[in-house]
């Protein structure tokens, strides 16, 4: 597929990602048909923030909390975050270097714009977040996608070979989105290592730090806790939007290496957003204060809804194992017959289910010299993938799941592949 060549802006070139179209596409379902649609599309949690929460909230409104506070965000849920990085991530991060953001993707974005340089490439996976590729280019970056070995996971030989001069920042979400694939401390250290003895950044994304089901998150920033401040080199994103169920709320948090990638960060900050919004913030510092109970109640709901739906999946050879982190799992329609965007708009058609077809997490960018792409494809391999958020409602999970078997089942293995 190629661009027109009158786009001037990195952002004009850009298609919108895979998940704003099926979203778009199931309201539309619901509305033509009168009846829900199994929302199986959406990382959104069917569970609340604990109440005292919402209670903060309200109460700092009442109170007349509602002016800026100064772009690094309140100091009271910094220094709160400060001591959860060290008890909870074995983190050591200061308060000079921890910025409150509006979700942790536009700390994401702000972050990728305070590292840019001309020319300057990131590497990610080629089953990536849409996320991540969109904030790479509008940041200035030239994504690099580097292969992904079995089970969908990383190897530092794979991304030193796809490495080049140019390479700035690599980029590690464990948890990850799509694949729910979580990686233990020895694949981190490698990648670590790797990313050190060749100068770069790491990014580490950790939305989904709670979301681990057989053992315990690995914070990247935790194994460099013993070099000097000045040398570290990882950079973590950190959401209150899954663990604590507080998506709409938008807030999230960055502790940088370094106090000098801090502060180019306060400038982008200063640019983007002046400041994060002070209600969230004080809902954010009651959300910690019962962290424990909440992260471990929400990380048991979303576990059930793993262990007691997907199963079916597994059984009908639609899902290798069960995700080992986050919300999602990729599943294989190679026996439908179809591709994943046929699959996803006949499951929606005739069933009244909507998955994200695959491709869109497997989209490789022609880029030129501007940053704008100028043409792309999918990789091949993600033609028969398909992905499905397990965090929503146990009721409508399992009923979807049903009928994404029974649709399979249905298609058996003489659907048709279609062209797109
Ligand atoms: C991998 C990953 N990172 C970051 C985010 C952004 O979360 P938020 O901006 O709500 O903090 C998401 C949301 O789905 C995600 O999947």
């Known amino acids: 597929m190629s661009v027109s060549p009158d786009i001037l802006s990195a952002a004009g070139s850009i298609p919108s990602s895979c998940l704003h179209r099926i979203f778009r596409a199931a309201e539309a379902k619901e509305q033509e048909s009168g009846t829900d649609v199994m929302k199986l599309h959406v990382g959104d949690p069917y569970f609340d923030p604990a109440a005292n929460v919402a209670d903060a909230f309200v109460d700092a409104v009442?109170?007349?909390?509602?002016?800026?506070?100064?772009?690094?965000?309140?100091?009271?849920?910094?220094?709160?975050?400060?001591?959860?990085?060290?008890?909870?991530?074995?983190?050591?991060?200061?308060?000079?270097?921890?910025l409150i953001s509006p979700g942790s993707c536009q700390g994401l974005a702000a972050l990728l714009q305070s590292l840019a340089e001309p020319g300057a490439e990131i590497l990610l996976p080629e089953l990536h977040w849409p996320v991540h590729l969109q904030q790479s280019l509008l940041a200035g970056f030239r994504p690099v996608l580097y292969?992904?070995?079995?089970?969908?996971?990383?190897?530092?030989?794979?991304?030193?070979?796809?490495?080049?001069?140019?390479?700035?920042?690599?980029?590690?979400?464990?948890?990850?989105?799509?694949?729910?694939?979580?990686?233990?401390?020895?694949?981190?250290?490698?990648?670590?290592?790797?990313?050190?003895?060749?100068?770069?950044?790491?990014?580490?994304?950790?939305?989904?730090?709670?979301?681990?089901?057989?053992?315990?998150?690995?914070?990247?920033?935790?194994?460099?806790?013993?070099?000097?401040?000045?040398?570290r080199i990882v950079h973590s994103v950190f959401s209150f939007s899954k663990s604590f169920a507080?998506?709409?709320?938008?807030?999230?948090?960055?502790?940088?290496?370094?106090?000098?990638?801090?502060?180019?960060?306060k400038v982008?900050?200063?640019?983007?957003?002046?400041?994060?919004?002070?209600?969230?913030?004080?809902?954010?510092?009651?959300?910690?204060?019962?962290?424990?109970?909440?992260?471990?109640?929400?990380?048991?709901?979303?576990?059930?809804?793993?262990?007691?739906?997907?199963?079916?999946?597994?059984?009908?050879?639609?899902?290798?194992?069960?995700?080992?982190?986050?919300?999602?799992?990729m599943l294989d329609v190679a026996r439908t017959g179809l591709d994943s965007e046929t699959f996803a708009t006949r499951l929606l058609e005739q069933k009244g289910v909507a998955v994200v077809p695959g491709n869109g997490f497997a989209m490789r960018p022609e880029v030129d010299g501007q940053g704008r792409i100028r043409s792309h494809d999918f990789a091949p391999w993600?033609?028969?993938?398909?992905?499905?958020?397990?965090?929503?409602?146990?009721?409508?999970?399992?009923?979807?799941?049903?009928?994404?078997?029974?649709?399979?089942?249905?298609?058996?293995?003489?659907?048709?592949?279609?062209?797109?």
């Open 62 to 98: 009442r109170r007349g909390e509602t002016k800026y506070t100064g772009v690094e965000g309140l100091p009271a849920l910094r220094a709160a975050l400060v001591e959860k990085l060290h008890t909870d991530n074995d983190v050591d991060s200061a308060v000079s270097r921890l």
């Open 268 to 329: 982008a900050q200063e640019a983007n957003i002046i400041g994060t919004s002070t209600p969230a913030q004080y809902a954010g510092i009651a959300a910690l204060d019962s962290r424990a109970e909440a992260t471990a109640a929400n990380r048991k709901l979303v576990q059930r809804n793993r262990d007691v739906a997907l199963s079916p999946l597994v059984r009908a050879g639609l899902l290798d194992e069960l995700p080992a982190g986050g919300w999602y799992a």
């Open 382 to 420: 993600a033609r028969h993938l398909v992905r499905i958020a397990f965090c929503v409602d146990p009721v409508a999970l399992e009923t979807g799941v049903r009928k994404i078997v029974e649709f399979a089942d249905e298609c058996g293995g003489g659907g048709h592949v279609s062209a797109g």
């Open 147 to 231: 292969p992904l070995g079995d089970g969908f996971r990383p190897s530092a030989g794979t991304i030193a070979a796809a490495a080049t001069p140019r390479t700035r920042v690599l980029l590690i979400n464990s948890p990850a989105n799509p694949t729910g694939v979580a990686l233990d401390r020895g694949e981190l250290g490698a990648l670590l290592e790797l990313a050190r003895s060749r100068g770069w950044h790491v990014i580490s994304d950790e939305a989904y730090e709670h979301f681990l089901y057989e053992r315990e998150h690995i914070s990247v920033a935790s194994l460099e806790r013993d070099v000097p401040v000045d040398e």
């Open 246 to 265: 507080m998506t709409g709320y938008r807030l999230g948090y960055v502790s940088l290496a370094n106090d000098r990638a801090a502060d180019v960060m």
